[in-house]
């Protein structure tokens, strides 16, 4: 096929030899499938924000650490260079992610470089060697249903010992290869920790696929595994190989005041010091 303008410099660095095919189109991106040397990949390529319909939306993004603090200030403040960084940025994330989450051995594409908003990764394939459907175009069993369900809440568990949130999981986002679920897209992947809608994104998540692996095992359906994965991170209890139960009983024990007053006034602090320090920063910039 004719090569796509975006892939011509890496087919001119030698890290594509050809492309065969487009995969898929996208509201972020369009994924082709290359060829590097004897092997079949895809190459992601980003549109441009302009042109995207996912909005980079200041939930997603709250968190995301840069310690460049001129940057930081630039796209605090909407600058064109700003918005160029925090392009770059967002594009960055899934990279990011994809590395850090293969690492934590949860099942994604393997990443294999990020060249000018082009994604260069693993190709996954059903049995027989085609690109794997996604998990909205399969028909399961109840058995399948339920095992695919627990490999994705393992992932999910994974996911977050690894400190990130997937933010738009559901059946548009997971591949089904000759072993079980694939999880993709993560651009707006979330800070665990740094995120105040991290624990929402993660029940939602979670839902998601309860919904649908519910169509086809409906005991599924009443199970609350968002909440209880999210009970034991926060308590500081939860492990890649954590068992769960599917089960949530609520915390109804009396809050203490008192404890909770403590701890506002040490996060007030904190806070105030970052500030301080920041300042000075910005001071001796100047």
Known sequence: MKIPKRLQPLIEDGMIDEVVTQLMSGKEAQVYV???GEALRCAKVFKEAKQRSFKQ???YQEGRRDRNSRRTRAMAKKTRYGQKEQEQAWLNAEVDALYRLAAAEVRVPQPFGFVDGVLLMEMIQDAEGYAAPRLDDVS???EQAIDYHAQVMRDVVRMLCAGLVHGDLSEFNVLVDAHGPVIIDLPQAVDAAGNNSAASMLERDVDNMRRYFGRFAPALLDTDYGKEIWALYAAGELQPDTPLTGCFTP??????VDQLLEVIEDAREAHAERMAALADE???EQ
């Open 57 to 59: 939306a200041a939930q």
């Open 34 to 36: 290359v060829r590097c």
């Open 140 to 142: 399961l069993s109840a």
């Open 282 to 284: 910005q001071q001796d």
């Open 251 to 256: 915390d109804t024990r009396a809050v203490d």
